[in-house]
T-cell receptor, first 113, second 114 residues
Framework: KQEVTQIPAALSVPEGENLVLNCSFT??????LQWFRQDPGKGLTSLLL?????REQTSGRLNASLDKSSGRSTLYIAASQPGDSATYLC????????????FGSGTQLTVLP | SAVISQKPSRDICQRGTSLTIQCQVD?????MFWYRQQPGQSLTLIAT?????????ESGFVIDKFPISRPNLTFSTLTVSNMSPEDSSIYLC???????????FGPGTRLTVL
């Protein structure tokens, strides 16, 4: 059974810092990995998707990397802003299927002004 | 990406009652899913809503407790039946569109059961 772990559970940084969020998964037979953002009491916003054949994806100040063989992904946020404060979730789907997403427990990020 | 709406956005219900949550998409989608997020926890997949047939449930979830309908390619409902306080969660629908492998989520329904 796939298990997804995110470290740290919570992170507080001053505005302007670069930061890295970590995600690990136990079964490397994944189809893709997706990073989401969740604001308090709200739904999920898709940030980046990395297919299993890819190593990284970038969108603006966000860069996500994937090392499938070691079961790890990182989300790098450059020049953090208070508006980046949210919970960040990673999720993986099974090889051969984009359907079932297994989620990590999330990293709660606070960017202090 | 598809625009997804859910109704209600939140509700407070009494123990033993049932609540039906609606998920509406502004365009036809290939697949629709229902997830639960219990307080302080991450998301767990409840079921895949199949158009015109019975939903496919994940381990630990049953049709009697969470009946699901999907009458067409843009709409689905999830009913939480005979509710107890343990059902207090955020319920989210998500979709896959066309050949895309990227899932998009609705805004969620926050349910509190007293």
């Amino acid at each position: 059974k796939q298990e997804v772990t995110q470290i740290p559970a919570a992170l507080s940084v001053p505005e302007g810092e670069n930061l890295v969020l970590n995600c690990s998964f136990t079964d490397s037979a994944i189809y893709n990995l997706q990073w989401f953002r969740q604001d308090p009491g709200k739904g999920l916003t898709s940030l980046l998707l990395i297919q299993s054949s890819q190593r990284e994806q970038t969108s603006g100040r966000l860069n996500a990397s994937l090392d499938k063989s070691s079961g790890r992904s990182t989300l790098y946020i450059a020049a953090s802003q208070p508006g980046d404060s949210a919970t960040y979730l990673c999720a993986v789907s099974k090889a051969g299927s984009a359907r079932q997403l297994t989620f990590g427990s999330g990293t709660q990020l606070t960017v202090l002004p | 990406s598809a625009v997804i709406s859910q109704k209600p956005s939140r509700d407070i219900c009494q123990r033993g009652t049932s609540l039906t949550i609606q998920c509406q998409v502004d365009s036809q989608v290939t697949m629709m899913f229902w997830y639960r997020q219990q307080p302080g926890q991450s998301l767990t997949l409840i079921a895949t809503a199949n158009q015109g047939s019975e939903a496919t449930y994940e381990s630990g979830f049953v049709i009697d407790k969470f009946p699901i309908s999907r009458p067409n390619l843009t709409f689905s409902t999830l009913t939480v039946s005979n509710m107890s306080p343990e059902d207090s969660s955020i319920y989210l629908c998500s979709v896959l569109q066309g050949n895309s492998i990227e899932q998009f989520f609705g805004p969620g329904t926050r349910l509190t059961v007293l």
